[in-house]
């Protein structure tokens, strides 16, 4: 029986080529062709409620999953997430709220690229393990496509954080 994807040679290329109608084959389309950067923008799906999500609305959520995803818990990114459930328990000192911001902004930085965090502090911290924290900063919405033009407003984001108590 013979194989439906080619084998390597040095004369063709390693990627998979699809088979026509016709039985010749032919090559698969490394993109859609009417798909170009300026097309794609910031949508995604709200995680409770399904709706969808986009601009601005969506880099929220995305920094609510960073903050509030403990590191080592996502099985096939183990590095994705933040510190502040280490940090949630401990007694408020200005030494851990001080832990907090940086582990905070660390993470948004290293994991959302279209916010950029311009002020950070603490809202509310409860006996039992909550936090809540105010961000204020700069909106790219096209950060992720590496254009780093900024927003004519500043954007604000309100993270409730509930830890382990």
């Known amino acids: ?97 001080l832990a907090i911001y940086a582990a905070a902004v660390i993470a948004i930085a290293r994991w959302e690229p279209r916010y950029a965090v311009t002020g950070c502090r603490v809202l509310a911290a409860d006996a039992g393990g909550g936090l809540s924290l105010e961000f204020t900063g700069t909106y790219f919405p096209r950060g992720h496509l590496g254009d780093f033009t900024p927003d004519a407003a500043n954007a604000r984001v309100i993270i409730p954080i509930r830890g382990t108590a």
């Not at 998979?16 to 698969?28: D, E, F, H, N, Q």
């Not at 999953?65 to 996502?74: A, F, N, Y």
Request: with cysteine; net charge positive; charged share 30%.
């Open 1 to 97: 029986m013979r194989s439906r994807w080619p084998t390597a040679s040095p004369s063709r290329s390693c990627r998979p080529m699809a088979t026509s109608s016709l039985g010749r084959r032919r090559r698969r389309p490394t993109s859609h062709p009417s798909r170009r950067p300026s097309d794609l923008s910031s949508t995604g799906i709200d995680r409770v409620t399904g709706k969808l999500l986009r601009d601005f609305d969506h880099v929220r959520q995305s920094i609510g999953v960073i903050l509030t995803t403990p590191i080592g818990s996502r099985v096939m990114r183990r590095d994705f997430g933040s510190e502040l459930f280490d940090l949630i328990d401990r007694p408020m000192t200005d030494r851990v709220i």
